[in-house]
């Protein structure tokens, strides 16, 4: 939803959050690499006869890019093993899909704390460990380390 403030002298043009737009949530549990399904209620409602692409693409808080993942049936499966790496989802992760609309979702990802995973800039952390006496191992590490819950 799109609105407009006038405050005389300077226009501003604010996107807020649709209250409208569908979630759905998905525990991860052992094998979600190859694939998440979908759940019935959502499918149903918001996928089945309302669309024929059979592409959609997922977005996080973890980069700028856009990932698409195949829908096969009630299947999220080819693309979805390199986004949850990407994204470095793991077993016990609840992630949350906003519909954001033309198959795009906004994808949020919980740790098994229940509290949303924050993700790091990895170069920030290599800079980090640059001005320290860090040696090349530990600066992999650290420069790869991308979540903090």
Request: net charge negative; with cysteine; charged share 25%.
């Amino acid at each position: 939803m799109l609105f407009s403030i006038d405050l005389g002298f300077k226009s501003f043009v604010v996107r807020m959050a649709n209250p409208h737009e569908p979630h759905f949530l998905k525990p991860l549990l052992p094998g979600f690499h190859s694939g998440i399904t979908i759940p019935l209620g959502f499918f149903s409602k918001h996928i089945e006869r309302k669309t024929n692409q059979k592409t959609w693409k997922l977005r996080s808080d973890a980069s700028d890019k856009i990932w698409e993942v195949i829908q096969e049936g009630m299947r999220l499966t080819g693309g979805w093993k390199d986004f949850a790496t990407a994204n470095d989802l793991r077993i016990g992760d609840i992630v949350i899909f906003k519909h954001e609309g033309d198959m795009v979702f906004h994808v949020t990802p919980f740790g098994p704390s229940c509290c949303e995973i924050q993700y790091t800039d990895p170069d920030i952390n290599k800079e980090e460990a640059d001005a320290g006496d860090a040696d090349e191992n530990e600066i992999t590490h650290i420069a790869s380390s991308s979540r903090m819950i």
